[in-house]
């Protein structure tokens, strides 16, 4: 193959969604025999989330429901007479016969739309379709990389053109003459594209954020109303049990959810300082709330925690705990 080709990733690029996800969810949809799994799939999504678990790993628990399907080649054919329609009309446009299908999702699974649509060159994650065991690595990142150059006998073709919409793909991003970010049915070049901050709302970071925050929420309302208990007024309660909520916090959310443990007096000064606009939000909600509505303070301090979540997560995952890079 010595021709100039084309690299593309799968799911959310030339497939509209994720193809695991929808296949899970159309065979969990047809036998109720399978929601069995559903428990041990969202203890490896609370490992993963704290990072206790590798995607590979949380990959291998999320299909070990292949071990009961009856027929995994009719599921495969029923699901994609289905779905095909997915596959986006821009990439059937101007497919190729030479083009190069780089996935993370499990090989057998995009074995049968690849070949619905005439790519023969498909590399993906190798999974026993029989278990659910995945041979190898988890086909993302830097092996993505490591794949294209085994595919090809370690020789590598010219590659004019790589689409993706993952982050994850800037390593084959670097071996295209160009590179594309793929939004919906739009190209962004990758030298131009600058992600949004507020896809860190899906990230697994937010989720344990909210975890932690859950905790830290608990603190500082406890915190403010057993002050209220002793000081008459509900906003200088609060002020003080939010001061003093502020050192746990910083410690958990260093550790837990951004993994950081590079403590310094620079860091938790940022730390406050992002937690500021959380403070003016909590303490006018709890002015309004207090004075006007005549709410108890408990009750308060509780609504007030919960409205300043995304814009604290926001401000702490940018600029108190942001890293190179990122």
């Given at each position: 193959m010595s021709k100039a080709v084309n690299i593309y990733d799968f799911d959310h690029t030339i497939y509209d969604g994720d193809a695991s996800l929808d296949f899970i969810l159309f065979t969990f949809s047809r036998n109720i025999r399978l929601?069995?799994?559903?428990?041990?799939?969202?203890?490896?999504?609370?490992?993963?989330?704290?990072?206790?678990?590798?995607r590979k790993q949380i990959k291998q628990v999320a299909f070990r429901f292949l071990r009961d399907m009856e027929s995994i080649e009719e599921a495969l054919e029923v699901f994609w007479r289905r779905h095909d329609g997915k596959i986006k009309q821009w990439y059937l446009n101007q497919k190729k016969v030479s083009d190069?299908?780089?996935?993370?999702?499990?090989?057998?699974?995009?074995?049968?739309?690849?070949?619905?649509?005439?790519?023969?060159?498909?590399?993906?994650?190798?999974?026993?379709?029989?278990?659910?065991?995945?041979?190898?690595?988890?086909?993302?990142?830097?092996?993505?990389?490591?794949?294209?150059?085994?595919?090809?006998?370690g020789k590598l073709p010219e590659i004019q053109d790589v689409y993706s919409d993952s982050q994850s793909d800037v390593p084959i991003f670097k071996l295209g003459k160009r590179a594309f970010v793929v939004r919906g049915s739009k190209f962004i070049a990758y030298d131009e594209y600058k992600p949004s901050k507020l896809k860190s709302l899906k990230s697994p970071a937010f989720l344990r954020f909210l975890l932690v925050g859950g905790v830290n929420a608990c603190i500082g309302v406890m915190l403010a109303w057993i002050f209220s208990l002793f000081i008459a007024s509900p906003q200088l309660a609060f002020v003080v049990g939010f001061t003093i909520s502020l050192v746990p916090s910083y410690y958990l959310n260093s550790v837990v959810t951004f993994r950081d443990f590079g403590f310094t007096m620079k860091k938790f000064g940022?730390?406050?300082?992002?937690?500021?606009?959380?403070?003016a939000v909590q303490f006018v909600l709890v002015h309004i709330l207090t004075d006007t509505l005549h709410l108890y303070p408990l009750i308060t301090y509780t609504f007030a925690v919960i409205v300043a979540v995304p814009v604290t997560f926001l401000l702490l995952r940018w600029f108190a705990f942001y890293k190179e890079g990122e």
């Open positions: 929601w069995k799994y559903v428990p041990s799939m969202g203890w490896a999504l609370f490992l993963y989330i704290f990072g206790l678990q590798t190069v299908i780089v996935s993370a999702s499990p090989e057998f699974l995009l074995l049968p739309a690849t070949k619905k649509v005439g790519v023969k060159n498909l590399i993906a994650t190798t999974m026993n379709p029989a278990t659910g065991l995945i041979q190898g690595k988890n086909c993302r990142g830097e092996e993505k990389v490591r794949r294209l150059q085994q595919f090809f006998d940022k730390f406050v300082v992002s937690y500021m606009p959380n403070f």
